[in-house]
């Protein structure tokens, strides 16, 4: 049985929506449909990858004050890695829109893979922590993908 609310993975793949509608919107939108929708995507994909490092501060904040931290993570690297990816999000979306996409896809799977390292201190449910790494991945690939598949559309396919 997966640990998971339903609710929680229904959300988590809704938010998926905006990414392959976008990255369709990108491909087969006559222009300047194409275009809006591209720094659309850009927006929400600088949105998710903000939200995505938050998560590190959500949870230290949630344990703030209960215990002194066990190791350098907690005490610093979390908060640091918390604000990191929407500072590099916020430069992504204003260079060129097709790098902006890849440094967009890139961010959200480095956070991706530093996650699956430290989520260890946020979950005391080993079980829970396992399946919430693994809805991370495949939403993560999806996200990563229509990131990328927009940008080529841009810089290969677009007249």
């Known amino acids: 049985m997966n640990p998971l609310p339903p609710l929680v993975r229904k959300l988590a793949y809704a938010g998926l929506i905006p990414f392959i509608g976008l990255a369709l919107m990108v ?9 809006l929708s591209a720094e659309s995507l850009a927006g929400y994909g600088a949105i998710i990858t903000a939200f995505m490092g938050a998560i590190h501060w959500g949870a230290n904040l949630h344990t703030l004050g209960n215990n002194p931290p066990s190791d350098k ?16 999000a916020w430069v992504a979306l204003h260079i060129y829109i097709p790098v902006g996409l890849v440094i967009l896809a890139s961010i959200l799977l480095i956070q991706r893979n530093i996650d699956v390292d430290t989520y260890q201190y946020y979950f005391t449910n080993d079980e829970a922590r396992i399946a919430f790494i693994k809805l991370r991945k495949h939403l993560t690939y999806v996200s990563a993908f229509c990131l990328v598949w927009a940008a080529l559309v841009i810089l290969f396919v677009q007249v």
């Open 27 to 35: 491909q087969l939108a006559p222009t300047p449909i194409n275009y």
């Open 73 to 88: 993570w907690e005490a610093r690297n979390a908060w640091i890695w918390g604000v990191t990816p929407a500072i590099i």
